[in-house]
């Protein structure tokens, strides 16, 4: 169940409009007082003891681990082993989904997500989400690129213009679109409406940045740039990225962690995972033998 805009970009409809809020962080408000960082240097977020299910049907059971601020992690493991599912619960994107539920806890920054004090728009600005395909809105690229800051009302209108120059310069976008800021974005290609979005999504100054499959839809060049553009984003930032691809979890992850069958089978330092792995079954995953 994935946020993503109408590709034809027709106008806003009640679902694209959900997917606005849903990536802007604003779909939401549990009440309370916001979350405020703290200064913990090591965790930015974890899970204890975490069990995730859609009905009766367990999809990861008892997960504890930590996530280590201003690194990049990946999460790996075959399909259908529960990857997007915790990806997707770091920052309560399944809370909404039929079925979901959850047992233990997830905290970012030695705080419950799952708190009364909660408001979800504020976790959304925090832990921010890249989905696996390019998801624009059916509005301008500028207008795409600040909505969050728009909605979380971080700028003045001039304020948002050098949010958006900044963000597009970072993502090496700048110079392909500073000419047509008011043109559609579904006159980009692939790899730029992918760039587009990450923009997006850096505009509102996440803490956190999951990535789910980011690169799946795209060419090599295009992946290549993301690549290269999520190594630069860290230590300001703890990048979270689901990825079905080894070779692309080997070349960015300085951690990983190998789901598979409901279990987090190994985690640790990416190059000990994938040259001296401590389980025979992350062994013979990361050597090819299933998966």
């Known amino acids: ?25 604003t ?7 916001a979350m405020s960082p703290s200064a913990d240097g090591t965790v930015a977020i974890s899970a204890v003891d975490l069990t995730l299910s859609f009905g009766s049907r367990a999809i990861l059971s008892n997960i504890s681990v930590e996530v280590r601020r201003g690194a990049v992690t990946a999460l790996i493991g075959p399909t259908g082993s529960g990857k ?6 770091f920052n309560r994107m399944n809370d909404k989904v039929t079925g979901y539920r959850h047992d233990g806890d997830v905290l970012l920054d030695g705080r419950s997500i799952f708190g009364a004090h909660v408001q979800l728009m504020s976790l ?5 989400m890249l989905f696996q395909r390019p998801n624009p809105f059916p509005m301008s690229i500028l207008d795409n690129v600040t909505a969050g800051a728009r909605a979380h ?7 948002l213009k050098e949010i958006a120059e900044h963000r597009l310069t970072e993502v090496g976008l700048w110079h392909a ?6 043109d559609s974005p579904f006159r980009l290609s692939g790899g730029q409406q992918q760039l587009l979005c990450l923009a997006r999504a850096l505009a509102i100054s996440p803490e956190v940045l999951l990535l789910d499959e980011p690169t799946s839809s795209l060419d090599p060049v295009a ?31 300085d951690r990983t962690i190998f789901l598979n069958a409901g279990r987090m089978v190994e985690h640790g330092d990416t190059r000990q995972l994938f040259d001296h792995p401590a389980q025979e079954e992350t062994a013979r995953y990361v050597g090819g033998h299933f998966g």
């Open 1 to 25: 169940m994935s946020a993503e805009a109408d590709p034809s970009g027709a106008a806003l409809s009640a679902h694209s409009t959900k997917s606005l809020a849903t990536a802007t962080g």
């Open 27 to 33: 779909d939401g408000n549990m009440g309370g007082a």
């Open 84 to 89: 997007t599912t915790l990806l997707r619960t």
């Open 124 to 128: 959304r600005r925090r832990v921010g």
């Open 153 to 159: 009302k971080m700028a003045s209108k001039s304020g």
């Open 177 to 182: 679109v500073k000419d047509r800021l008011k």
């Open 223 to 253: 992946t290549e740039s993301i690549e290269k553009l999520v190594r630069t984003l860290i230590p300001d930032l703890t990048v979270i990225i689901v990825t079905h691809n080894l070779a692309q979890a080997s070349r960015i992850a």
